[in-house]
């Protein structure tokens, strides 16, 4: 027999819930991430905190009195680093920018072109709206609605009718001066202007930046955290037991909600749902759909779950095992809080701003 003595496995030699060796990829509260990731290996207390600060510090180089453009995009790129650097998958990623994109190019234009704002260049200014709609009868009406008439009586569409009509009212109504008559006048909200200014401009690109600096970070946090690390740090900050109860089945529930809509989804392509080419409303349709299938095995889960709790002779009262992941507190995550008061001393302190440091020093 051998003489060397058996040790017992125990949660400190092998930690609950880590990823089995040669796994390339984990779940967590949005899609996957690599397993080891540069932005992973900190904390998560010290992540969240971290992300906080860093959109608190780029919350006020967007103010509207004085812009701070360049630190805005000083603090942009540690925020395109940790997108980067959070380890979710290429596709994924590129999804997330083509999100990004419309609602930055959106925020530009409403801020270039209808806040206005003084400044000592100005490129346009243009009133647009005057405040009141007119109602009248015009030539351009009748052209509109004939063109509409003959539309549908040739394709039978109205859609495409009525862009159609609108284009050419446009077109003809701006260059041959059409005759109207007025009926009544109604105010409607406050007049627009097209205002677009030097300074207006550097607003308006100092909150692009400064909103995909925070889309990005936030977009970093979620992916790169899992649900047992946030419960290993509420055990580690000794929240009452039921309150970390309560979260870990949210988070389960949410866990069990996506897989259960990838197999409905799955199901859905099974029975050719795509298989001729959909029109946007119908593919809106089809996902609405999926809410009654959702809806009905969310019920069944959690039936399934309080049976579970039932049969073990579960109760919020009892002591549970500490069998959730934490990390400990090391030297990196101290690395990080220095980090955060610098960034919270940027975001509340009395600091001028890196483009008022910047035109002092030049």
Same mark, same amino acid.
């Given at each position: 027999?051998?003489?060397?003595?058996?040790? +017992?496995?125990?949660?400190?030699?092998?930690?609950?819930?880590?990823?089995?060796?040669?796994?390339?990829?984990?779940?967590?509260?949005?899609?996957?991430? @690599?397993?080891?990731? $540069?932005?992973?290996?900190?904390?998560?207390?010290?992540?969240?905190?971290?992300? %906080?600060?860093?959109?608190?510090?780029?919350?006020?180089?967007?103010?509207?009195?004085?812009?701070?453009?360049?630190?805005?995009?000083?603090?942009?790129?540690?925020?395109?680093?940790?997108?980067?650097?959070? *380890? %979710?998958?290429?596709?994924?990623? @590129?999804?997330?920018?083509?999100?990004?994109?419309?609602?930055?190019?959106?925020?530009?234009?409403?801020?270039?072109?209808?806040? $206005?704002?003084?400044?000592?260049?100005?490129?346009? /200014?243009?009133?647009?709206?005057?405040?009141?709609?007119?109602?009248?009868?015009?030539?351009?009406?009748?052209?509109?609605?004939?063109?509409?008439?003959?539309?549908?009586?040739?394709?039978?569409?109205?859609?495409?009718?009525?862009?159609?009509?609108?284009?050419?009212?446009?077109?003809?109504?701006?260059?041959?001066?059409?005759?109207?008559? +007025?009926?009544?006048?109604? $105010?409607?909200?406050?007049?627009?202007?097209?205002?677009?200014?030097? /300074?207006?401009?550097?607003?308006?690109?100092?909150?692009?930046?400064?909103?995909?600096?925070?889309?990005?970070?936030?977009?970093?946090?979620?992916?790169?955290?899992?649900?047992?690390?946030? #419960?290993?740090?509420?055990?580690?900050?000794?929240?009452?037991?039921?309150?970390?109860?309560?979260?870990?089945?949210?988070?389960?529930?949410?866990?069990?909600?996506?897989?259960?809509?990838?197999?409905?989804?799955?199901? &859905?392509?099974?029975?050719?749902?795509?298989?001729?080419? @959909?029109?946007?409303?119908? @593919?809106?349709?089809?996902?609405?759909?999926?809410?009654?299938?959702?809806?009905? #095995?969310?019920?069944?889960?959690?039936?399934?779950?309080?049976?579970?709790?039932?049969?073990?002779?579960?109760?919020?009262? /009892?002591?549970?095992?500490?069998?959730?992941?934490?990390? $400990?507190?090391?030297?990196?995550?101290?690395?990080?809080?220095?980090?955060?008061?610098?960034?919270?001393?940027?975001?509340?302190?009395?600091?001028? *701003?890196?483009?008022?440091?910047? &035109?002092?020093?030049?």
């Amino acid at each position: 027999m051998s003489s060397q003595k058996y040790v +017992p496995t125990t949660l400190e030699n092998t930690p609950y819930l880590q990823p089995p060796p040669g796994r390339r990829y984990v779940r967590s509260f949005l899609f996957s991430r @690599r397993v080891h990731t $540069p932005l992973a290996s900190i904390h998560v207390l010290a992540r969240v905190l971290l992300v %906080m600060c860093l959109s608190a510090a780029q919350l006020r180089t967007m103010s509207t009195t004085h812009p701070d453009i360049v630190g805005a995009v000083v603090l942009w790129i540690p925020s395109v680093l940790f997108f980067f650097l959070s *380890g %979710m998958h290429e596709k994924v990623a @590129r999804v997330y920018l083509l999100l990004i994109i419309p609602t930055l190019l959106s925020l530009f234009l409403t801020w270039a072109l209808v806040n $206005p704002v003084p400044g000592n260049f100005v490129f346009i /200014q243009q009133q647009v709206y005057a405040g009141f709609i007119v109602v009248s009868v015009a030539v351009w009406q009748l052209i509109w609605l004939a063109i509409v008439a003959a539309y549908y009586w040739w394709k039978r569409a109205i859609v495409n009718g009525i862009l159609l009509a609108s284009a050419v009212a446009l077109v003809i109504s701006y260059l041959v001066p059409l005759p109207s008559w +007025p009926l009544a006048q109604v $105010p409607v909200f406050h007049s627009l202007t097209l205002y677009v200014s030097d /300074q207006g401009l550097l607003l308006a690109f100092t909150k692009v930046v400064s909103y995909s600096g925070m889309m990005l970070s936030t977009i970093a946090l979620v992916v790169t955290s899992r649900d047992v690390e946030f #419960m290993g740090a509420l055990r580690q900050l000794h929240i009452p037991q039921p309150i970390i109860f309560f979260l870990s089945t949210v988070f389960r529930a949410l866990n069990l909600a996506l897989n259960d809509y990838e197999t409905i989804y799955q199901a &859905q392509i099974a029975r050719a749902v795509n298989a001729q080419p @959909r029109s946007f409303v119908r @593919r809106l349709r089809d996902l609405a759909s999926i809410a009654v299938p959702m809806v009905a #095995m969310m019920i069944r889960r959690s039936s399934e779950i309080g049976d579970a709790l039932l049969a073990r002779g579960y109760t919020l009262r /009892q002591q549970s095992m500490d069998f959730y992941e934490t990390s $400990p507190w090391r030297a990196i995550d101290w690395a990080v809080v220095a980090v955060c008061l610098v960034l919270l001393y940027m975001a509340v302190g009395p600091f001028p *701003g890196l483009t008022t440091l910047t &035109q002092r020093w030049w």
